[in-house]
């Protein structure tokens, strides 16, 4: 039997890649033109970088980590996510003061797979580190509202809200284990075990909806500088024309963030609970991992969703032109020509192994080729026949007008 790949896991191959592609190149391009430089950080890390950074008791570190002893007797780790990861990067390289970076990759998560919801999956991110202004959060939130825009999700929103500093954090922690407390007999036994070691958790536990829906919420109880500072961040949303609704329950599940969390939603990807992408502010996570204190924020977007969500994306043909070859002596004339054609920025392609010419052509549609370039007896006058294989017009072009050719059409 042939292998397959591992469950919840998917390979992407043309054409549905291209999709994957445009979404990554938007992503590149808005990177960049927001000033995040590239980071790439190690697929696997310590296994105590998750432990520390993420939180022993969150769901990713309790039942989803992919870990293992390497045959040095290390427990690593595929990382789940990559805000530790750069956050570490960050603190072992002396970087100081403010650092921008964005990173695209796979990360892994063992998870019950469905659609959307992978074993390893892709996300890109943004990461901006060293700056506390709540405009920051505000630039981070509409990185990722102009990825979903520019791949055509244009009905993408923001969920909103707070969760307070940790001071705040502990305060209402002992208000909601108490309402839990009051309720045990109500919840689900997962829920209760929740109470004391981490009750925020049980807020989006779906089979708890009924007692979480009169629970206090987090942003009842902040301080006033945290109060501040999420009004400042919706005030900057609003000023930019991004749609953002408060979500009081919305807790996010990994243990760094403070203040600002945030989740985008679309009529487009209604999968229960889940969301084509997240983040929010995690000024204590340095600290966490033994760091000085480092204000951040920062988000990741699923690829894995976004390429599900997005409207079909009219595909421009892969080549722009495939060099057939009609007779075998010129085979030679034709690789120099296709050397020629990608010298000059052109996407070109030929059959290597001696086909027929009906069976090139068949070659040429099956690669979605814009054109085909015969390269036969006219290349004695430094001729080939073009065919323009969406309308199927033939006509004779010279050998160096070929690539302004292919510009016109
Ligand atoms: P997260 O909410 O765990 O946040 O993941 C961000 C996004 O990754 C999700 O909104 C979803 O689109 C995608 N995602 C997560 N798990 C899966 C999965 N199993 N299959 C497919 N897609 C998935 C983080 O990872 C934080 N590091 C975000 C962040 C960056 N916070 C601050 N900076």
Known sequence: MIPRAPKGTDDVLPPESERWRSVLRAFDGIAERFG?????????????????????????????????????????????????????????????????????????????????????????????????????????????????????????????????????????????????????????????RRIDANPLRVLDSKADAAVVAGAPVPADHLSSAAAEHIAAVREGLDGIGIPHRGEPRLVRGLDYYNRTVFEYE????????????????????????????????????????????????????????????????????AISLVRALRAAGLRVDLDLGGKSMKAQFRMADRRRAGAVAVVGAEWDSGQVTMRDLRSGTESLVEGQEVASWIAGH
Do not use: C, W
Request: hydrophobic fraction near 40%.
């Open 266 to 333: 679309s009529a487009s990807y209604q999968a229960a609970q889940a969301s084509l992408g997240g983040g929010g502010r995690y000024d204590p996570l340095a600290a966490m991992l033994g760091g000085p204190e480092v204000p951040a924020v920062g988000l990741a977007m699923g690829v894995d969703r976004i390429v599900l969500a997005m409207p079909p994306i009219d595909t421009p043909p892969a080549l722009d032109v495939f060099v057939v070859v009609a007779e075998e002596e010129r085979r030679s004339t």
């Open 36 to 192: 995040y430089g590239l980071v790439i950080t190690p697929l696997f890390e310590a296994t105590e970088l998750f432990a520390r950074g993420v939180g022993a008791d969150t769901e990713v570190v309790e039942k989803q980590m992919y870990t293992f002893d390497d045959k040095g007797g290390r427990s690593v780790t595929l990382r789940p996510e990559a805000t530790a990861s750069v956050i570490r990067a960050y603190l072992q390289s002396g970087t100081q003061g403010v650092f921008k970076g964005a990173y695209s990759g796979p990360m892994f998560r063992y998870e019950q797979p469905q659609a959307g919801r992978r074993r390893q999956f892709h996300q890109v991110g943004v990461e901006y580190i060293g700056e506390p202004s709540p405009l920051a959060d505000v630039e981070v939130i509409e990185v990722g509202f102009r990825l979903l825009e520019a791949v055509g999700i244009s009905d993408a929103a923001v969920l909103l809200n707070s969760i307070g500093d940790p001071a705040d954090r502990e305060a209402y922690r002992v208000l909601l284990a108490e309402y839990l407390s009051d309720r045990a007999e109500e919840l689900s036994p997962e829920a209760r």
